[in-house]
């Protein structure tokens, strides 16, 4: 078993930026991939980013590319996720998320673990 501990949110303004934090513990952390998922209230859980084992290789989602940047500390056991200018519509509880393999799939059921998630509120 793998256990994921996200950290980092918050209330903030637009403009702002923020950088999350997910802590991993239990079995081995390293060779699987790593990613970001995102969930608005009523909506679908929606990908953000990912990154690979060794952290060479990351992915975004399209409309994300520029202001989010995901990576990984392997010595640490953790994950980060920066948020540059904030938008209100960022706001959503952020999911960190594991998975045995080190290919990035974008659907949340190709996950194996996942966190609690942390909140992030985006005043306008």
């Known amino acids: 078993q793998v256990q994921l501990v996200e950290s980092g949110g918050g209330l903030v303004q637009a403009g702002d930026s923020l950088k999350l934090s997910c802590a991993a513990s239990g079995r081995t952390f390293g060779s699987g991939a790593m990613a970001w998922f995102r969930q608005a209230a009523g909506k679908a859980r929606d990908f953000v980013a990912a990154?690979?084992?060794?952290?060479?290789?990351?992915y975004y989602a399209d409309s994300l590319k520029g202001r989010f940047t995901i990576s990984r500390d392997n010595a640490k056991n953790t994950v980060y996720l920066q948020v540059n200018s904030l938008k209100p519509e960022d706001t959503a509880v952020y999911y960190c998320?594991?998975?045995?393999?080190?290919?990035?799939?974008?659907?949340?059921?190709?996950?194996?673990?996942w966190g609690q998630g942390t909140q992030v509120t985006v005043s306008s």
């Open positions: 998320a594991a998975r045995m393999q080190n290919s990035i799939p974008t659907r949340p059921l190709m996950y194996d673990y």
């Open positions: 990154v690979t084992w060794s952290g060479g290789y990351t």
